[in-house]
């Protein structure tokens, strides 16, 4: 009787703490997503529960068991059964602040808007773990051979012509877990318009074509009514390139006022503004411009978000956030910087666009902002996961987009990749493949998009694709949210991106290629159901996405150093950062350290203000150490070579190409480069050299050296020469004077100098052990000083890029730094 009462009363106190837990946990709505804490608090309880009630039963189906026991078995499964009723609850909560914040009115009763990432599970078929993938290729074998009995002659014919062109030991098995992405249409539904249908009819009928179309005139009222509006819609619903226009014809650039819209991705912003400038049939640079190339007469911009300068909000009458889910740095700054701004400037319209993710945060940092969402259009896509893990997922992409081409009907093909070396791999490693096929084969035109990647090929990968060829696309993040490429049916997606890391303590920030959010993941094989029902080809296991993947992609702003940002922001005039509002604040101690640092390279002055050199600093798009080595190039008269060497470090590491059969000859060919001094200087002779060259390929070969990594340091650097004029620095040489070079790189990286001491070398300002990488061009000759561009630890903590330098320049570069210091 007593225990009985006991569980019981625990049992209450239980569901009492989950209530408390959820009235406390108000306050926090602001900082942490809501939704996503409920979540999973909820889940966590209820699976503690759940596990505990399966132990009790394993435990009850092995021994006997008592009255007692049976009853808090009974306790329990109560308990559980409220949990889940309580968890139901909140979802109906949610459901209803969801349609709170929806808006128009009227829409909500026209159509219910489907949420993107709901997945829909559905009974596995035919038990086996093969069996989706397999009956998949019955159904394509069938979709070429009508009668039964030539179908199954025809699936034997078609299984051996593939398995002459595939061997099967290189397949890839897939499996799915029986999971599909909901669609709002069915197959059955008019398929939406093929790619040639759309190029056939005029540019105003497609914009007409478009999901957006329709609540033209309701999302012109609510911006009319609202100061700020989320805007919430499906990738490839025309936010982007529609909105502006809407706004344009609604008359909100009159009186010379511009439409601002910012693209955290380079890339896009230029192909949005062509896309634009296309559909309004004007040429790019008058009317629709890119901001950067011009101030004067536009009506319409689009703004790379890390270059938005604010006399472009200040001529604005309305700002668009694009792509506001990415959370990239600049985007996250905007979000402060508007709030703010809007509150003084009440004729300014803000508006935030976001594919369908968590728009209620956005709402709610603006404090509560309705969201508009527009009804998606989207088809279901089957979504199948690999058996076991993929130890090379490029090579897995390969294959796989060769199983797609030769196994399943017509429709397009985009690969997700991190970045331009993957993709440019992938794509020589697809092109050979099918050269080697020859005719036994379709065409595939594999076609690559990355940042870095010219123009005219960017654009390449929006032409139709020819009839009886199939178009695959290997691209980077972009294609996840930011561009649209029609007509993709099939979407390949190793799971990975490349993300950038910081390390406070060290300083230290890299970008390292790590597994991507489940919420990327969503979005991904969302592609592939824009045009018919498609399919999503994860080259993970289902167990990996449940378990090894983080729910959402942390904002840049908590993994980033943030040197930068505080010059940006103390540019525009805000001085206490500490209190800037954040919609999720970076870590103290980065926001500290990146402060310090700029007190130190002299960018900042004891109170905390900008100096003329930090405002100089903060025109350069490059980490402050390297902007403060470029500008302290100009006292010593070597910006020529400081420039170089700056755009050699940002390829930091991939210059020199070792193969393994031939490492005699690549080290001999390394040794041929060294010029005493250091590192820096060999970089700055390889240039030279290449230069000299007339920037050869064959050169290149010749000396193995990467051709592809000389050519992006000559982007990097023509960029940087390019903003010289802007900081008012001429670019001149020292004509092979190695010192004021050394001075110069002493200038920015003095925080990074380091002493010989036995066994090795200390760092001066942690008096940390470290040593000089073997790499290193004075690997061997152990300088009593130097300075090292990076720390990596490997075996070691080794200096990697070091540079010899006299302890007596420390006090003519940093005097502020190293007074204090001896
Ligand atoms: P959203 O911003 O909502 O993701 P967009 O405005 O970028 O959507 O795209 C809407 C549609 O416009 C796409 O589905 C595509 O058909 C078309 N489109 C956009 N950019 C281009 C382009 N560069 N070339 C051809 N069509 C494009
Ligand atoms: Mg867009």
Known sequence: ERTDKKAYEEAQKRLKMAEDDQKNMLPELRKQSRRDYLKKRESEKLEDLEAEIMDDEYLFSTEELTEREKKELEYKRTIRDLAKDYKKAGAKEQE?????????????????????????????????????????????????????????????????????????????????????????????????????????????????????FPYREDLLAAINKHQILVIEGETGSGKTTQIPQYLLEDGYTKGGMKIGCTQPRRVAAMSVAARVAEEMSVKLGNEVSLVHDCYTNTLSVTVPSSRLKLSVLLSSSVIIIDEAHERTLHTDILFGLIKDIARFRSDLKVLVASATLDTERFSCFFDDAPVFRIPGRRFPVDIFYTKAPEADYLEACVVSVLQIHVTQPPGDI?????????????????????????????????????????????????????????????????????????????VIDPGFCKQKSYNARTGMESLIVTPCSRASANQRAGRAGRVAAGKCFRLYTAWAYKHEMEETTVPEIQRTNLGNVVLLLKSLGINDLIHFDFMDPPPHETLVLALEQLYALGALNHLGELTKLGRRMAELPVDPMLSKMILASEQYKCSEEVLTIAAMLSVNNSIFYRPKDKVVHADNARMNFVVPGGDHLVLLNVYNQWVESGYSTQWCYENFI????????????????????????????????????????????????????????????HQQTVYVHPNSSLFEEQPRWLIYHELVFTTKEFMRQVIEIESGWLLEVAPHYYKSKE
Not at 176 to 187: D, L, N, W, Y
Not at 438 to 443: D, L, T, Y
Not at 745 to 757: D, E, I, Q
């Open 414 to 490: 985009l690969v997700f990749l991190t970045g331009q070396e993957e993709i440019e791999a992938c794509c020589e490693l697809l092109q050979e493949r099918c050269r080697r096929l020859g005719s036994k084969i379709a065409e595939l035109l594999v076609l690559p998009i990355y940042a870095n990647l010219p123009s005219d090929m960017q654009a390449k990968i929006f032409n139709p694709t020819p009839p009886g060829a199939r178009k695959v696309v290997v691209a980077t993040n972009i294609a996840e949210t930011s561009l649209t490429i029609d007509g993709i049916i099939y």
């Open 706 to 765: 990467q051709f592809r990594s000389m050519r992006r340091a000559r982007d990097v650097r023509d960029q940087l020469e390019g903003l010289m004029d802007r900081i008012e620095v001429e670019v001149v040489s020292c004509q092979g004077d190695s010192v004021p070079v050394r001075k110069a790189v002493t200038a920015g990286y003095f925080y990074h100098t380091a002493r010989l001491s036995k066994g090795g070398y200390k760092t001066v300002k």
């Open 96 to 212: 209803e602040r969801k349609n709170r914040y929806y808006m128009p009115e009227e829409n909500r009763r026209k159509e219910v808007p489907q949420r993107d990432l709901e997945l829909e599970e559905t009974p596995m078929e035919l038990g086996g773990e093969q069996g989706r993938w397999e009956e998949e290729r019955l159904k394509t074998a069938s979709l070429s051979f009508g009668a039964k009995k030539e179908r199954e002659q025809g699936m034997k014919q078609e299984q051996e012509k593939y398995q002459l062109i595939l061997e099967e030991e290189e397949m890839i098995d897939f499996v799915t877990t029986a999971i599909t992405m909901k669609g709002t249409r069915s197959e059955k539904d008019a398929p939406a318009l093929s790619q040639a249908e759309m190029k056939k009819q005029s540019m105003q009928e497609v914009r007409r074509s478009l999901p957006i």
